[in-house]
Every structure is written in C-alpha cells, then in structure tokens.
C-alpha cells in the first residue's frame, strides 16, 4: 500500500485465503484491505495516538439514513455527555482527489447528523472546518485540533 502523510503506525495485516486483511482497533474485527481502508486505519490511529481522541467515542462505518436512503459515515467522534456526534470524517482512497463531490457527501450526511467539525482525507491530504451554527460560519483549520482542543 501506498505510504500516507500520517504517522506510521503497529499496523496488523494478515492474509485469509486469496485476500489481505487489516485489522481495526475500533470494531475489533479483521477486515479487507482496500486503499479506503489503508486511510481509515491510518487516520483513526493518528486521531488516537497523536491527538489524544477517546477511542470509545470513535466508532468507524455507522449507519445513517440521509433522505430515505441507507449510508455509512466513514468515522464519527461522539461526546461523552449524551452521544451527540462532535466531528465526523470521510476517507478516500490516495489516488482519489478531494474535491467538492466528497465536501457535498459529507454536508450530506451531516444534514442528519449536525457535527461540530467536518474532516475529509485521502491520506495524503486532511481537510477539517468548524461549524458554526451560531453565526452559520465554517472556519476551515490549518490541521486537525486535538481532542483538548474541539470546542
């Protein structure tokens, strides 16, 4: 797999029959290893390990329904407090562009989940934005904020 601008991390792979898998800490199950799943590793790690994010508030693939139609969040970061979604995150393969199609996907999932921050990455590149509903203003950051950090 192609290296990534994260951090490296203990990465467990194993081979089940013709396929590769990954293992992922959150779900605690073995899965195939697919470039979208190289990211999503990657980056829940580095959520984890460097910036200090609960993994008990972290859970990866959730169901939603936006508009009638069954969807699955990437990643999605719950408060401690009642659950409520704080910042949600969609991965891309390396070799997919983030452009404003995967801004309109995530908006979309956010328009039933209203998360606090936005994070979009292929990898290679992280893009995250604050909303804020009081004022209805995005502030794009220049980096993820640590967990101590989200407001």
């Known amino acids: 797999m192609q290296a990534l601008n994260l951090p490296p991390y203990e990465i467990k792979i194993r081979r089940q029959g013709e396929r590769t898998q990954i293992f992922d800490f959150l779900r605690r199950r073995w899965l195939t290893l697919t470039p979208e799943e190289w990211v999503r590793q ?12 609960p993994p008990a508030l972290l859970a990866n693939e959730v169901s939603i329904t936006v508009g009638g139609v069954p969807r699955r969040c990437d990643s999605i970061l719950y408060d401690n407090a009642g659950g409520r979604p704080r910042l949600i995150c969609e991965y891309k393969a390396p070799t997919v562009e983030i452009t404003q199609a995967v ?15 936005l994070i979009v990455s292929n990898g290679l590149r992280h893009i995250c934005c604050h909303l804020r509903y009081d004022t209805g203003t995005v502030d794009f950051l220049p980096e993820v904020p640590p967990y101590s950090a989200l407001k």
């Open 42 to 53: 990657h980056f829940t790690h580095y959520l984890v390990e460097h910036l200090g994010y």
């Open 103 to 117: 801004f309109t996907q995530i908006q979309s999932y956010n328009s039933v989940l209203r998360a606090d921050y």
